[in-house]
């Protein structure tokens, strides 16, 4: 299997032993090294010349790889932010959307053209493109606002699939995302011309393997950051150093917050990362709960796993 290869594997069996394990002279696995930059949140942080605005999007360095995860509600605003940090647009060797929803994918279309017909796989889950609306505070639509054709014409070429997915040597898809405990689905989508509650089931986390442990970045967490944690534990068989992303709590009962930090101090989660559709009031429960163990996200925060 060739580094660009791509290999679909089904939840449960993956052959875990055709991975290059590392060892020291202890025989203790040694850490793989992997950079985490935020390229588009909602909030713009401390660095002058970049811009926040209501979405996430974040860049994965690995090795010799850089993997774009969301591109954000504003194209305009995704390029800007990687001018100043000094990314390139062509540079970008795949793009994983976590859902299809509006504030993820505006600004493919963007990118796209920003490199100029250059080819980029695209790995996602098969709903991706369903249509979508929200009621609340008002009609509108949610969907990711581009047809795959006029996508696909820009150099977009998708592999669309629920299974767990090994993008490169370290970094996986999560797969469709198992769910047995509480969610955070929002929305109706529409089928044969009805409104159907959505249960955004395309939402799926980018999982990135450190060795002893993985991070998982969660996108927007519409599947439920338990669920997504204990899903990914189930994949990769190794505990969770780190989540990162949204953890979609805006407007969270105390209940739930106290359930959810419960059930992650359970799980020994080590770091949490939070932003976006998190919201205020999780992120300063968050923080009192868990103290240097969390940290919030804005545009530019780099963060070393390793």
Sequence with gaps: MTDHCLSIWALGNINFSRKKALYCSANLILVV???????????????KGLFGGHGFSALVEH???????DTGVDGEILLRNMEALGIKPADIDYLFLTHGHYDHTEGLKALLEARRGKKLTIIAHPDIFAKRVALKPHLR?????????????LGAEFILTRSPIQIVEGIYSSGEIERTTWDRTVGYRIESGKLVKDDVKDDIALILDLGDSVAVITGCGHSGVINIAMHSQKVMNKSIRALIGGFHLIGAKPELLEEIAEKLKELKVKKLYAGHCTGFEAMGFFMTEFGKAFEPLYVGKVIELG
């Design 141 to 153: 639509d949610i969907s990711l606002p581009f047809k795959r054709e006029e996508l696909e014409e």
């Design 63 to 69: 090795k010799r790889y850089k993997i774009l995860v």
């Design 33 to 47: 090294e992997m950079r985490i930059t935020i390229l588009f949140e909602n909030h713009s942080g401390f660095k």
